[in-house]
Structure formats: C-alpha cells, structure tokens
C-alpha cells in the first residue's frame, strides 16, 4: 500500500527558503503513471494546489506561487521536494504531499493518495 | 483564472440526502473530483470523474456535473459523513480547488 510522509523543518523565519521532501513507501515514484503533487492548507482554511512533477520531467506550478516554487522528483531516493522562497506568515500553513492520477488526453485529475501533513510556520 | 463556487455550509438530519454542489463556468466540460475532510486529517477521495466512487467509499456518495454545477450527493446521510467537501478540476494545466462546504449532520 503506498504511503506518502512529509518531512522538515516546522519553522521557517521570514524571507527564507522553505524546504520539505515526500518520502515514497509502498511502491516506485519512477514508474507509472503517477504525477506527485503538493498542497497546503492554512489553519482553518480550504485547500491550495502548489504544483506537481511527473517522471518525465513535467512539472507544472500554481501561477499564484510559480515566481517562488520549485518542486523535483529523486528517483534513486524514492521522494519528491518542494522549494518555496522568500516565505512570509502567508506561507504558514499545513503541507500535504499527495499521489495523483491525470491523464493530459482526458484531462482528469484526482487525488487518490495523501500524505498525513506537515505544519510549517512561518516566523521570526 | 478559473473559479469553483461551493456554499459553505450545508445542514442536513440523519437518514435525509444531502447535496453539496460546486459551480463554475462549463464546469460539465470539465471531470470534478471531491474530497471529503474531517478535522485534524487529510482529505479522502470520495468521487472523481463526475461520478466514479473509489474502492471503500460507499454506494450512498453519488456524483454528477452538467452545465455549470458539479454536484455531490449522500443519500441517507450518516452523522459519520459530517466533514468539510472541496471539489477539484483541472483547467489551463492547473488543479483548482472550491472554497469547501461544511457538511453538518443534526
């Protein structure tokens, strides 16, 4: 059964560099057809899509956050990271990593697989 | 950019069917998925391509979208069903979330 576990730091200080990894279990994040995604949730708030990659190097980003995210895929590691820059109390929130199924012909996408979240905030 | 709409709160009595609905335009070209959410975890897949269940959600959850409105039904609602529901698309090579709606069971 594959299971996703979010790691890193629970604080980050103003303007800096936010950094988490998805560790992969149960399963190969270099094969199928799997696109693995990050999300967060502020504290009594709805779900926000960050962005995604795929193993053949699609990556693709929310346009609200794209001038700051970097999301890669380590294959041999069998996890995911996400990068998020010049953070500010905004950025604080619950982040999810999570497993998604899409197909670009249909253009379906769906989550089936989250990770249990990891809370981040962010202050001085 | 794209928009989904959802009620925030919807209120339903145990054994009634309860409808969350999710809007946004031509939303019917496009397959939803919802999730379902309750306090303190992550979300679960309850329905994605309109109207498929995942393995283990049960046949009360029903989906469809036509038009405008993607919609979310529970029929004989349990008090085990009371969670937040956020719907999902994907447009322009991104993945949109609705704002979610509180589902209470009294």
């Known amino acids: 059964q594959l299971q996703l576990q979010e790691s890193g730091p629970g604080l980050v200080k103003p303007s800096q560099t936010l950094s988490l990894t998805c560790s992969v279990s149960g399963g190969s994040i270099g094969t199928g057809n799997d696109y693995w995604t990050w999300i967060r949730q502020p504290a009594g708030k709805g779900l926000e899509w960050i962005g995604l990659v795929y193993t053949s190097g699609i990556i693709k980003y929310n346009p609200s956050l794209k001038s700051r995210v970097t999301v890669s895929l380590d294959a041999p590691r069998n996890e995911f990271s996400l990068r998020l820059s010049s953070v500010s109390a905004a950025d604080t929130a619950i982040y999810f990593c999570?497993?998604?199924?899409?197909?670009?012909?249909?253009?379906?996408?769906?989550?089936?697989?989250w990770g249990k979240g990891t809370t981040v905030t962010v202050s001085s | 950019s794209y928009e989904l709409t959802q009620t925030p709160s919807v209120s339903v009595s145990p054994g009634q069917t309860a409808r969350i609905t999710c809007s946004g335009d031509?939303?019917?070209?496009?397959?939803t998925s919802w999730y379902q959410q309750k306090p303190g975890q992550s979300p679960v897949l309850v329905m994605y391509?309109?109207?498929k269940r995942p393995s283990g959600i049960p046949e009360r959850f029903s989906g469809s979208n036509s038009g405008n409105t993607a919609t979310l039904a529970i029929t004989g609602t349990q008090p085990t069903d009371e969670a937040d529901y956020y719907c999902q698309a994907w447009d322009s090579d991104a993945v949109i979330f609705g704002g979610g709606t509180k589902l209470t069971v009294l």
């Open positions: 391509q309109d109207k």
């Open positions: 031509k939303l019917g070209d496009k397959y």
């Open positions: 999570a497993r998604a199924e899409y197909s670009s012909a249909y253009h379906y996408y769906h989550i089936d697989v």
